[in-house]
T-cell receptor
Framework: DSGVTQTPKHLITATGQRVTLRCSPR?????VYWYQQSLDQGLQFLIQ???????AKGNILERFSAQQFPDLHSELNLSSLELGDSALYFC????????????FGSGTRLTVV | DQQVKQNSPSLSVQEGRISILNCDYT??????FLWYKKYPAEGPTFLIS?????DKNEDGRFTVFLNKSAKHLSLHIVPSQPGDSAVYFC???????????FGKGTKLTVNP
């Protein structure tokens, strides 16, 4: 157990629907990062939150949004889902401050049918 | 535009031999590099890292080499063990940023 908890582990939904992925960071970590891993692709950075505020944004679609709550857990909202959104979504956390010392969760596998 | 490239999707080696995984990068502003290992149904786990001011970092069976002029790094695993079979991701970070840029990964298979 890495200490980063992601729920649900698996999600199957239809095109056009909206889903919410949840992440609880490791105790004491202030930063949360969301990454997407599509088939045959590396981990693509989506967005980072630090202590409740958006810190950095990557290749995140406008249909996707995220937030970090006062208890530091984070949610990634995916709407108007398309078949191409099927992927593994990873959350990672760190104390912040750079040098990439992330701890990853085990991911949520999203399948859009 | 892929800034971190792992050109070998897979690698197969015999137990006890050396595994060498390669990674190239294009962004000269990267100053810290990491390797992550990923087993199926798990998230990536940190393995070893190296700062751009060094050219080698060793941790047990794992050694990472950095050649800044060639923008190339490699991970050596000696001796390789069947439990090392996993997908290995190379990642880089630029000073002042907390965002890791990952390669696509290399699947290592160590045969008994």
């Amino acid at each position: 157990d890495s200490g980063v908890t992601q729920t649900p582990k698996h999600l199957i939904t239809a095109t056009g629907q909206r889903v919410t992925l949840r992440c609880s960071p490791r105790s004491g970590d202030l930063s949360v990062y969301w990454y997407q891993q599509s088939l045959d692709q590396g981990l693509q950075f989506l967005i980072q939150y630090y202590n409740g505020e958006e810190r950095a944004k990557g290749n995140i679609l406008e249909r996707f949004s995220a937030q970090q709550f006062p208890d530091l857990h984070s949610e990634l909202n995916l709407s108007s889902l398309e078949l191409g959104d099927s992927a593994l979504y990873f959350c990672a956390s760190s104390l912040g401050g750079g040098m990439g010392g992330y701890t990853f969760g085990s991911g949520t596998r999203l399948t859009v049918v | 535009d892929q800034q971190v490239k792992q050109n070998s999707p897979s690698l197969s080696v015999q137990e006890g031999r050396i595994s060498i995984l390669n990674c190239d990068y294009t962004n000269s502003m990267f100053d810290y590099f990491l390797w992550y290992k990923k087993y199926p149904a798990e998230g990536p786990t940190f393995l070893i890292s190296i700062s751009s001011i060094k050219d080698k970092n060793e941790d047990g069976r794992f050694t990472v080499f950095l050649n800044k002029s060639a923008k190339h790094l490699s991970l050596h695993i000696v001796p390789s063990q069947p439990g090392d079979s996993a997908v290995y991701f190379c990642a880089a970070v630029q000073g002042g940023s907390e965002k890791l840029v990952f390669g696509k990964g290399t699947k290592l298979t160590v045969n008994p």
